[in-house]
């Protein structure tokens, strides 16, 4: 819904919310003016999760340490997958710190209308802030799990000297608004979805684990051979976490093409998921 100044053939209110017209009805500067309330979603998402923990908001760095050092163990020194000329333990963290944003991103924003019917039946604010405060959120816990990263890497790069970033790292920042624009788009489409066929809930989250095994986090692109690698590169993400490892730490697959296909993926999945959004948020509350 879309909320406007009323003019003078409307009376005398201040305010008048009305359903929109077209596929595509986001105000923008609807959302603006209710920066405040992105802003409050953000720190309850970022404050509440570990409120109630011992380590608190230490776990967003504890995760992502032992996921990787499992992988370290498992697939590094008992399978002897090789990471090639980087070192596994910057391979797998880099892996799992992006790996967890996209699925953390995906997961929560696929739940927006699902878990929130109760507060969209009492109050009226543009729909799109939830699922926003979902990205930005994750970006937020992701910057925090990336330190751990940069810091592990400064020790290869300038103590240990094993790993030479190179000047492809300053694209990595555009790499990864394309990986937040995918997220977003495969997350408001799912949960327009889940209004109606709730089944895609218990899907969605299985679906996400096996994409990770076509995703290089654990196995490098470099080892995938034959034709199963067309099954990495048609996967808009491969492309993405490549290039960012490339600039990052010297070593990766860096092909223009494909992430000129990832571009166009994230665009035209996140136009179609704001049309569905749009059409869907007029009328959930009687379905949800």
Do not use: H
């Given at each position: 819904?879309?909320e406007?100044?009323a003019?003078?053939?409307?009376g ?95 997961n ?26 979902k ?32 000047w ?13 624009l ?32 076509i ?12 034709n ?14 490549e ?46």
């Open positions: 819904m879309n406007k100044t003019s003078n053939d409307t005398n209110w201040d305010t008048i919310i009305t359903s929109g017209r077209g596929g595509l009805s986001i105000n923008f500067r609807e959302l603006w003016q209710y920066r405040d309330l992105l802003t409050m979603f953000v720190k309850k998402d970022i404050i509440t999760v570990y409120k109630q923990t011992i380590l608190g908001p230490i776990w967003f760095v504890v995760q992502p340490l032992l996921t990787s050092l499992m992988f370290l163990l498992i697939f590094s020194n008992i399978a002897k997958i090789s990471t090639g000329a980087v070192p596994p333990i910057l391979f797998y963290l880099i892996g799992t710190t992006l790996w967890n944003y996209f699925s953390d991103t995906l929560t924003t696929s739940k927006t209308f699902t878990e929130n019917a109760s507060i969209f039946g009492k109050v009226y604010f543009p729909r799109i802030i939830l699922p926003l405060s990205v930005v959120s994750g970006l937020v816990k992701f910057l925090i799990q990336f330190s751990l990263f940069a810091v592990i890497l400064l020790y290869y790069v300038f103590i240990n000297k094993q790993v030479t970033p190179n492809y790292i300053l694209f990595a920042p555009l790499w990864l608004f394309v990986i937040v995918i997220s977003f788009g495969f997350g408001i489409i799912i949960t327009s979805l889940t209004t109606k066929y709730r089944d895609l809930i218990f899907l969605i989250s299985f679906g996400v684990q096996l994409a990770m095994y995703t290089p986090v654990i196995i490098p692109l470099s080892q995938v051979q034959g199963k690698k067309i099954f990495f590169l048609v996967n808009p993400l491969t492309s993405l976490f290039a960012i490892k490339y600039g990052l730490l010297g070593q990766g697959e860096m092909d223009i093409s494909w992430l000129l296909y990832s571009c166009v993926f994230a665009v035209v999945l996140l136009g179609f998921g704001m049309v569905i959004f749009s059409k869907v948020e007029k009328r959930f509350i009687d379905t949800v």
